[in-house]
């Protein structure tokens, strides 16, 4: 079973012993990215479902083999909604841009098997820190010894480490024969893969700026590079402003409404004019940029359905990946009862009403504990609240907080271990998104990540208040320095 879907242990109370040491505490689990049960649209679903069920121009097609781009309603939705919602940008209204998913991790797979070859696509390249599950996938598809960390800083992935690294391969031919001649004139495979979350990266919570954006998309088309966009918390953004400093983190908003979204990747390919030495072979057709979405984060991850947006010719040679065409398109079902809930509006509700209003609450509880019992000890690296007087607004967005030691003899992986055997205290240390293979190139174990979207809200600050005690009481001795954390049981 993977680590990802074992559930979660759970720590009952029990009464003290007959020697008059206190229950164990609670197990508080700020490493889980995952939305919580509350988060869940149950009711919506069900009402989805028993429309799906009993609606007999679509109850058929939703329980059969499907067309191998996806359920046509869902992409139809899709289409529409994100042309309205990335209007600034001219997102055109074309459902042969759309290829249902069976979500952001699996969708990636499809990806490498149709727009890959390991001998002659070079290196996969992750902005580093990284989304640490994804290294398995590339490994999975032929790339393990050959996945490269680029360094990331306050506006993104540093372009110029990138480039650095294409330069080495620039001149290097491929290993050997092609092992997908089969790939033409469908599908093509790429010398190069860069694999980055452009806003509210996990871990780091950084939003890349549409300069570098514009550079990222140039870079690609150069050594052709596509890059995949897991574009799975641009709908996941809040506005953060300085009231949120002494507001009542009890008092939820009503709504909360989108913030102006910035540009895809695949939004600047698209725009970006190309160059006579950009077009490549297919760039044109194929594009350098895809945006991977999830309905993971935004409905259910059981749910497994994701879509991609990318050029006509790529959207259709990815619905030709072999896997999909024996299945009949991933996630039939799922697909079309999502298809039910932004056709009623209920998704957009949900959103707007219960998602956003929630992580926003849950965050400003979290950047308060902070300030409150980690701020001696821990750099928050983004998502704070704006110091000015002035009524300036930032957006902040996704699940997580990226926070840095500020006493250089300290650890994230033994704090890690303290924090689990003194306070029964699951946090993501550093080490943990560092790129498989490629550690020494970028280094985390002054960093650590906790998440705000999974515990209930009243064991946030108790989490925070924990972790505050394990770093206050740092030189005191602990024998678990040297035990196991045993933290991928709480994933």
């Known amino acids: 079973m993977p680590l990802s879907s074992q559930a979660l242990p759970i720590a009952r109370p029990v009464a003290g012993d007959a020697t008059g040491n206190p229950p164990p505490k609670p197990l508080i689990n700020l490493l889980r990215g995952w939305p919580a049960p509350s988060l869940l649209p149950v009711a919506q ?6 429309t799906l069920l009993t609606d007999p121009s679509i109850v058929v097609g939703s329980l059969q083999y499907g067309p191998d781009p996806g359920f046509q309603p869902l992409r139809e939705q899709l289409a529409g909604y994100l042309s309205r919602t990335f209007a600034a940008y001219h997102a055109p209204n074309d459902v042969e841009r759309i290829c249902i998913t069976g979500g952001a991790s699996q969708n990636a797979a499809c990806v ?27 490994e999975d598809a032929g790339f393990a010894g050959r996945l490269r960390a680029v360094p990331e800083d306050d506006q993104g992935t540093d372009l110029e480490a990138l480039e650095r690294g294409f330069q080495e391969f620039a001149t290097s031919p491929p290993s050997g024969p092609t092992l997908k001649s089969h790939l033409s004139p469908q ?26 954006r514009e550079r990222l998309v140039r870079l690609a088309r150069k050594y052709d590079a596509l890059l995949i966009a897991d574009d799975v918390y641009d709908f996941l953004q809040w506005d953060v402003s300085p009231a949120d400093v002494d507001a009542d983190p009890v008092v939820q908003q009503s709504h909360v409404a989108l913030p102006p979204p910035l540009p895809r990747l695949v939004d600047v390919d698209r725009m970006l004019p190309r160059d006579d030495d950009e077009s490549g072979e297919g760039g044109d057709r194929f594009g350098n940029a895809i945006s991977n979405g999830s309905f993971s984060k935004i409905v259910a991850p059981g749910l497994r359905t994701g879509w991609v947006e990318a050029t006509p010719a790529f959207a259709y040679g990815l619905a030709q990946t072999g896997s999909t065409k ?3 398109a991933p996630s039939q079902f799922s697909a079309a009862t999502i298809s039910v809930l932004m056709r009623t509006g209920e998704l957009d509700r949900s959103l707007r009403e219960v998602v956003r209003p929630a992580l926003q609450r849950r965050h400003r509880l979290l950047i308060q504990a902070y300030e409150k019992h980690l701020s001696p000890f821990l750099e928050l690296g983004c998502g704070g609240f704006p110091t000015s007087a002035s009524p300036v607004r930032t957006v902040f967005g996704g699940y997580f907080v990226w926070l840095k030691l500020r006493r250089p003899d300290m650890s994230a992986a033994v704090v890690a271990k303290r924090a689990l055997a003194r306070e029964n205290l699951v946090i993501a240390g550093g080490p943990l998104f560092e790129v498989k293979g490629d550690e020494a190139s970028a280094r985390f174990d002054d960093r650590i990540r906790l998440c705000f979207s999974w515990e209930d809200e009243a064991k946030l600050e108790e989490g925070v208040e924990r972790l505050g005690r394990v770093l206050r009481n740092w030189d005191e001795p602990c024998e678990a320095d040297t035990a196991p954390t045993g933290a991928g049981d709480f994933k």
């Open 112 to 138: 490498l098997q149709s727009f890959t070859d390991p001998s002659y696509t070079v290196c996969v390249w992750m902005s580093a820190p990284c989304y640490f599950l994804m290294c398995p996938i590339f």
């Open 187 to 212: 599908r093509k495979a790429y010398r190069h893969i860069v694999y980055v979350v452009p806003t509210s990266s996990n871990p780091s919570g950084v939003t890349m700026s549409v300069v570098r």
């Open 45 to 50: 679903l069900q009402a989805a479902t028993a």
């Open 326 to 328: 024996s299945g009949g």
